[in-house]
């Protein structure tokens, strides 16, 4: 079935410096969902891509799609310490009727 | 708008317990579905519902059921607790499944002596 990796599983930053997680896929994708959870919260919904290549801008965090629509990235750049938080990618299965969550990319910011 | 609402926040059972998970949204999604969140996991789909009467599994069905009787409601059931389902879980919610955000609830923490 399908799988969705992300990397790396932690990552600790000192506030102000860059972040960034990778999402890989073994199949092509429709599109490509990000999520935030604070600790001890749910999932938050922060943006979907659908297009190869396609890249957004919210503020600080930039998202890029890849043109074979089989990898996606989430960079922030300057970090602040409420950044802080697991940065998750979700797909569609091939089917459509699910959607898979890579393992999450735990970001710390020390202040 | 309450969203997506689930209950109890949080449980203790014991081993070969029953209970149910409620989960309930205000939003008219035809899509709901479970969610289970382990330590370095990630989120594991467990099952899901595309409609009232409408139900089919996720990547890790077992020793869970589910029901969906009308629109807004979407509760889990653990037949049989076992420590291996020591878990947090959160129901989920969106007008399309395949390409719509996903909205959560705040999570059920459960804990199998």
């Known amino acids: 079935g399908q799988q969705v990796m992300q990397i790396p599983q932690y990552q600790h930053v000192q506030e102000g410096e860059d972040f960034t997680t990778y999402c890989n896929s073994s199949t092509t994708l429709s599109n490509i969902q990000w999520y935030k959870q604070r600790p001890g919260g749910h999932p938050v919904f922060l943006i979907q891509l659908v297009k190869s290549g396609e890249v957004k801008k919210q503020k600080r965090l930039t998202f890029q799609f890849g043109e074979a629509k089989k990898n996606s990235s989430l960079h922030i750049t300057a970090t602040q310490t409420t950044d802080v938080g697991t940065y998750f990618c979700a797909a569609p299965s091939s089917a459509g009727n699910m959607l898979t969550f890579g393992g999450g990319t735990r970001l710390m910011v020390k202040p | ?113």
């Open chain 2, 1 to 113: 708008n309450a969203g997506v609402t689930q209950t109890p926040k949080f449980q203790v059972l014991k081993t070969g317990q029953s209970m149910t998970l409620q989960c309930a949204q205000d939003m008219n999604h035809e899509y709901m579905s479970w969610y289970r969140q382990d330590p370095g996991m990630g989120l594991r789909l467990i099952h899901y519902s595309v409609g009232a009467g409408i139900t089919d599994q996720g990547e890790v069905p077992n020793g869970y059921n589910v029901s969906r009787s009308t629109t807004e409601d979407f509760p889990l059931r653990l037949l049989s607790a076992a420590p291996s389902q020591t878990s947090v879980y959160f129901c989920a919610s969106s007008w399309d499944f395949s390409a719509g955000e996903l909205f959560f609830g705040e999570g059920s923490r459960l804990t199998v002596l």
